[in-house]
């Protein structure tokens, strides 16, 4: 089974809001990461945060990783039309295979 | 260059047809990665190489999947007798290190029709 999971949900958001996504894992990881994907293209990395750290930032994007929950959030502050994209999150167990969630949709409407 | 570069963009295969994807890596990365994408849906780890020794195949769907990095550098992912289900977006990324510290970057993918 796959490790990462978002929550299954398609986020619509008025441009200047903040936009939110949950992220659920099994097992015990190294590191979980976030991804961007924009429609028909690669993945862009956005955030590593590292299995002994419980808060990361990187610009407006803010993660959060709670281990003894197994879970992760992605916060983006003040969103832009630009952030409409998929998101994923992906654990890495240490075996360097990311193993990616289904992904959260995210519109921003202008 | 500056990002890794998969081609074809695009490929159309009839069914029992073989296909060739390439992937450039990131001149001096070290790590390359193969995935695969349906429709939707998460990217699915295929294959792992460290230089040219590929350390983890385990993710192949089968025997007519096949990947490559002879010299360390570029990679080739092949399919053998293309079936309805191979087809998917197929993403390269490449790591400047190997180690679990590192994040990816990812290619633009080479989306596979198999009519």
């Known amino acids: 089974s796959q490790q990462g999971e978002e929550d299954p949900q398609a986020l619509s958001i008025q441009e200047g809001e903040n936009a939110t996504m949950n992220c659920s894992y099994k097992t015990s990881i190294n590191n979980l990461q976030w991804y961007r994907q924009n429609s028909g293209r690669g993945l862009v990395h956005l955030i590593l945060?590292?299995?002994?750290?419980r808060e990361k930032h990187s610009g407006r994007l803010r993660v959060t990783l709670d281990t003894s929950k197994k879970s992760s959030s992605l916060l983006i502050t003040a969103s832009r039309a630009a952030d409409t994209a998929s998101y994923f999150c992906?654990?890495?167990?240490?075996?360097?295979?990311?193993?990616f969630g289904k992904g959260n949709q995210v519109v921003v409407i202008p | 260059g500056a990002g890794v570069s998969q081609s074809p963009r695009y490929k159309v295969a009839k069914r029992g047809q073989d296909v060739a994807l390439r992937c450039d890596p990131i001149?001096?990365?070290?790590?390359l990665f193969w995935y695969q994408q349906a429709l939707g849906q998460g990217p699915e780890f295929l294959t792992y190489?460290?230089?040219?020794?590929?350390?983890?195949k385990s993710g192949l769907p089968s025997d007519r999947f096949f990947a490559e990095r002879p010299e360390g550098s570029v990679s080739t992912l092949k399919i053998q007798r293309t079936q309805q289900e191979d087809s998917a977006v197929y993403l390269c990324?490449?790591?400047?290190?190997?180690?679990?510290?590192?994040?990816?970057?990812f290619g633009s993918g080479t989306r596979l029709t198999v009519v």
């Open positions: 992906a654990t890495n167990r240490g075996n360097n295979r990311l193993a």
């Open positions: 945060i590292r299995s002994n750290e």
């Open positions: 190489f460290q230089n040219e020794a590929q350390l983890d």
């Open positions: 990324a490449s790591s400047l290190a190997w180690g679990q510290d590192y994040g990816y970057t």
């Open positions: 001149s001096g990365h070290v790590s």
